[in-house]
């Protein structure tokens, strides 16, 4: 005789209460559709634009970077005219041969320099790379808007930059541009590609040169200005304190140094997007309460009626217990559909940036999991909410209520 | 024997301890039309919760159907009573929610030992006797009181059960109302064989009853 509570009946007396209080019942389902369609799109958009950030910035970026410590009184000796250099340079390649989480490493030669084109003049730096270590570094390809990547530096005369500064140097691919170095050499060079990360602050200044040549230019063969290290597991920088220790006259610095702003955003995005959506459904799940304690206490005569005609306590539960997650499911469906939705609409919105960010439109970011968070918090919150008025109605008793009159 | 209650004492503990029922024993043989006579305050409406299960906080014994009512878990007595126990209340106590139909099918539709069709089925033929077919399909607050508590008497018939327990079944009706009522579980009792316990005190039925008891300040005159 004990059948199991979620049976046809208990949910057509659920149905049934449902549809005799239409208004509110719709009012609850659009309370938590709301939720998580506000969950979803924020998650969308806060995600989205950590995720671009972090593509965009730690791909245009090194993990890690070892830089030659400069101190005061060399300062005064090499300026102007020398390139500071890392020293024990073979040394510490084999070192970073040997690490674990290294992926790969790059040396960097970079130089100040002024650049000039038949209209411009800027002073700016110029980043000598050897092309087959920065292809393991930078996906160049994926980032060119214009002409050739890495490849065409083995021309000694190529140069690749920034779209920021190409539209500040009035030039685009094949056009000539003359680089002056800081010891009064200069060299005439040849547009060979134009990239964008979408980060002014990379856009506007990065340039690409063969890193050979610029050595020669500058009368320093083996220098080397920076190690650019990529790792494996980007969280695990333990091996920045074993450089330090191992080679003096070094700075290391990590992706985190780097690019503080950017670390402290995502997080402050992350903490909105949880707390904002958090609340939403809590005041979601308030109304659902609500509403349900409110039917409990009208409807205590007919829940006296149902168990003197032999609806048990559990049966009683259940019957509210559905309630609200009809109301759940139905609101948490909606809002997925709806989040998606808005989430496209402000996908294909253009976005008019000139500061930090270059992009045409906002980034979102479409994850799945995301939905199927939404759709389980909304349903989750209304079951929560609605556990209680449940708990309640089942301990009415009705001789006290049908005495009570 | 349909219900056999040995010495049933109850105590009301709210606000102070004070004695309700004072060894009340009676028998139920079945087929019988019993009616419990008495003054408000005279415990005759305690005593039929006992009865019909509803109340279980009593001392003494209760056995319906040869079972020991103090025997059963709640879950087990929700069942028991679902299956063998009607009820009709002062106030016939429909579901708003739902229509006529709707409410007398409720009590089958969770003891679930046929299929929705053949409850309706039972349902429309209850409502036939009762004389309510005609509003079926009307929701229950629609309907005048005498009309609901006919379809209560119908709702109380419709798992079939051992014993039907109606609590001043006619305590809110007029008399052409009353005397419709009281013909109806009469009726049951007299051409369905059903066992009726009713209290009241309108004289009337306990005159017409196969057999009256009367109750005085919470204990049965002998």
Redesign the interface.
């Known amino acids: 005789m004990s059948k199991s509570i979620f049976n046809k009946t208990n949910v057509f007396i659920a149905l049934q209460y449902l549809s005799a209080r239409k208004k509110q019942s719709f009012l609850a389902t659009l309370g938590v559709m709301l939720g998580v369609t506000t969950f979803i799109v924020m998650i969308n958009f806060m995600t989205g634009v950590n995720d671009f950030l972090d593509d965009a910035v730690f791909n245009g970026s090194p993990d890690i970077i070892i830089k030659p410590e400069q101190k005061t009184t060399s300062a005064k000796k090499t300026f102007g005219t020398r390139i500071l250099s890392l020293k024990n340079i073979e040394e510490l390649d084999i070192f970073l041969r040997n690490q674990e989480n290294i992926q790969a490493f790059a040396h960097q030669v970079i130089s100040p320099a002024i650049l000039v084109s038949d209209t411009q003049q800027l002073p700016g730096s110029i980043n000598g790379v050897f092309p087959s270590e920065e292809n393991l570094m930078v996906e160049i390809e994926r980032r060119l808007i214009q002409g050739k990547g890495f490849q065409s530096l083995d021309n000694e005369n190529a140069i690749v930059l920034g779209v920021s500064l190409a539209k500040r140097l009035q030039v685009s691919v094949g056009d000539e541009l003359k680089m002056i170095l800081p010891n009064g050499k200069s060299r005439q060079l040849q547009v060979a590609g134009i990239f964008s990360f979408g980060i002014t602050t990379i856009d506007n200044v990065r340039t690409y040169f063969s890193a050979k040549t610029l050595q020669k230019l500058l009368g320093q063969d083996n220098a080397v200005t920076a190690v650019h290290i990529k790792l494996k597991d980007r969280d695990n920088v333990d091996i920045k304190t074993r450089i330090s220790q191992n080679f003096k006259d070094t700075i290391v610095e990590d992706w985190k140094d780097s690019n503080k702003t950017i670390v402290i955003g995502n997080k402050v995005r992350d903490i909105l997007t949880w707390s904002v959506s958090f609340a939403l459904l809590l005041v979601a799940g308030f109304g659902i309460y609500n509403i349900l304690n409110i039917t409990v206490i009208q409807k205590r005569k007919d829940i006296a009626v149902l168990k003197t005609i032999g609806y048990s306590s559990k049966d009683i539960v259940f019957i509210f217990l559905i309630q609200s997650m009809i109301i759940g499911l139905i609101g948490a469906f909606f809002g997925v559909v709806l989040g998606y939705v808005l989430s496209y609409m402000i996908s294909i919105t253009p976005l008019d940036t000139s500061d930090f960010i270059i992009v045409d439109t906002y980034p979102i970011n479409f994850k799945v999991i995301y939905y199927l968070l939404g759709f389980s918090f909304g349903l989750l919150t209304t079951i929560l909410a609605g556990y209680f008025p449940s708990k309640k109605a089942s301990k009415v008793d009705p001789v006290t209520i049908i005495r009570g009159i | 024997m349909i219900l056999q209650a040995q010495e049933i004492n109850k105590f009301f503990k709210d606000p102070e301890r004070h004695q309700v029922l004072h060894k009340v024993s009676l028998e139920v043989k079945k087929g019988e039309l019993l009616s419990i006579y008495g003054e408000s305050g005279s415990g005759k409406?305690t005593l039929l919760?006992i009865l019909?299960t509803?109340?279980t906080d009593f001392k003494g014994s209760l056995h319906i159907k040869d079972q020991d009512i103090k025997t059963l878990s709640?879950?087990a007595l929700?069942?028991f009573?679902?299956?063998y126990i009607g009820?009709v209340?002062?106030?016939h106590?429909l579901?708003?929610?739902?229509n006529v139909l709707?409410n007398i099918m409720?009590?089958a539709?969770?003891?679930?030992q046929k299929s929705?069709e053949e409850i309706k089925h039972d349902a429309l033929l209850l409502l036939e006797d009762v004389g309510m077919k005609e509003f079926a399909k009307r929701p229950s607050y629609k309907l005048s009181g005498g009309q609901q508590q006919r379809v209560a008497i119908a709702?109380a018939l419709i798992?079939d059960p051992a014993l039907i327990i109606a609590?001043e079944p006619t305590g809110n009706l007029d008399q052409k109302n009353t005397d419709i009522v009281f013909d109806l579980l009469k009726e049951i009792t007299e051409e369905k064989g059903k066992t009726v316990v009713i209290a009241t005190h309108n004289s009337k039925i306990y005159k017409n009853s196969h057999r009256t008891l009367e109750m005085i300040d919470g204990s049965m005159r002998l």
């Open positions: 409406s919760y019909s509803l109340d709640p879950l929700t069942d009573r679902n299956q009820f209340y002062q106030f106590y579901l708003p929610e739902f709707q409720l009590p539709m969770k003891f679930a929705n709702r798992n609590d």
